[in-house]
């Protein structure tokens, strides 16, 4: 084992995955000899040359459609986005093509493009690069939505991305780019749909996406001491969605609360409710709670935007009341 931040085990996934399939090419603006704005690319151009990294004009709707033709070809393209407001000026492409054209084809062409780039609030990024969005990709039916949270996941789920046949949206939170862990040097793959339990426990089930995982293990050594034993999920991958693993653990537990800073309203967190009340309201102890940031655009502001992502203090305190009921 080594320790590697996010992006260096992100980025040793894609330079591993190029050497191994000639056929994948990465294509985005600022990613070739700059290595991208979060050095997701460092090195690259001068490891693989102007082929296989396309710097870009801002034209998402038009690179993203190019990619989308690539792969009906045989390749294998990587579009980097930086951040996910920006590919939504490509939506028609998303939905319409890259999303269905392999049922339009009955199998026939493949889709294998990772979209990737950076979700989630916390940098003072304002309201034009602080969105999630992931629930809305999560609705399509052809995509495969994964939210890495270590390092190792990132390196693992990077991987398998690349080796899929379908599209990918591979979504990475600003605020986790530069944190380290331990990832092997040793080729791995994680596969899609597949949760982690960060944490056993017997009281209370929270399913924590992006950085809330971390937020949440800050605060269950504090409640242990107060009697509160949590037991922490993270999904890891969206679509698909590893429901079997939260049944699982709200069976033990019979409380469930999900956080999510992304917005309630039609969010993942509504999505896994709906299934566990559906699946098992008679192992529920207590209504599933839900603890989101607020409905509205994330604030330019330092302390405004700390108000809008949910906050270890306040994760704790779901949790108390979630116990008590």
């Known amino acids: 084992m080594r320790e590697l931040t996010y992006t260096e085990a992100a980025r040793e996934a894609l330079g591993a995955e190029m050497e191994r399939d000639p056929n994948i090419f990465v294509l985005g603006e600022g990613i070739g000899k700059r290595g991208g704005n979060f050095n997701t690319t460092t090195g690259f151009f001068e490891r693989f040359g102007p082929r296989r990294l396309r710097d870009t004009p801002i034209c998402e709707r038009g690179f993203v459609g190019l990619c989308a033709g690539a792969a009906m070809t045989g390749t294998r393209p990587v579009v980097d986005f930086m951040f ?25 062409l493949k889709m294998p493009v990772v979209l990737r780039g950076c979700i989630g609030a916390g940098s003072g990024h304002a309201t034009h690069h602080s969105g999630s969005y992931y629930s809305i990709f999560a609705h399509l039916p052809g995509f495969r939505v994964v939210v890495p949270t270590t390092p190792y996941d990132a390196k693992g789920l990077m991987t398998t ?3 899929s046949d379908d599209p990918v949206l591979f979504l990475e939170h600003k605020s986790l780019l530069n944190t380290r862990g331990d990832v092997p040097e040793d080729d791995y793959t994680i596969p899609f749909g597949q949760a982690r339990v960060c944490r056993e426990g017997d009281d209370v089930t929270v399913v924590a996406l992006g950085p809330m995982v971390s937020k949440t ?9 107060a009697g509160i034993s949590v037991e922490l999920i993270d999904p890891r991958s969206l679509a698909p969605l590893d429901s079997e693993a939260i049944f699982l653990s709200v069976s033990q537990t019979g409380r469930l609360l999900i956080i999510d800073e992304a917005f309630g309203p039609c969010g993942i967190g509504a999505e896994i409710s709906a299934q566990i009340m559906e699946r098992g309201f008679d192992q529920l102890d207590a209504p599933v709670r839900r603890l989101n940031g607020p409905h509205g655009p994330t604030p330019f502001s330092p302390p405004l935007e700390s108000a809008a992502v949910p906050q270890p203090e306040q994760i704790a305190q779901a949790i108390r009341n979630l116990a008590a009921e």
């Not at 590919?87 to 093509?97: K, V």
């Not at 293990?217 to 001491?225: K, M």
Request: with cysteine; aromatic share 8%; hydrophobic share 50%.
């Open 217 to 225: 293990l800050a605060v269950c050594d504090e409640l242990a001491a």
């Open 84 to 108: 996910i407001d920006f590919i939504l000026d490509s939506f028609g492409e998303l939905a319409n093509q890259i999303a269905k054209i392999q049922y339009m084809t009955s199998g026939r």
């Open 161 to 163: 991305s690349l080796r």
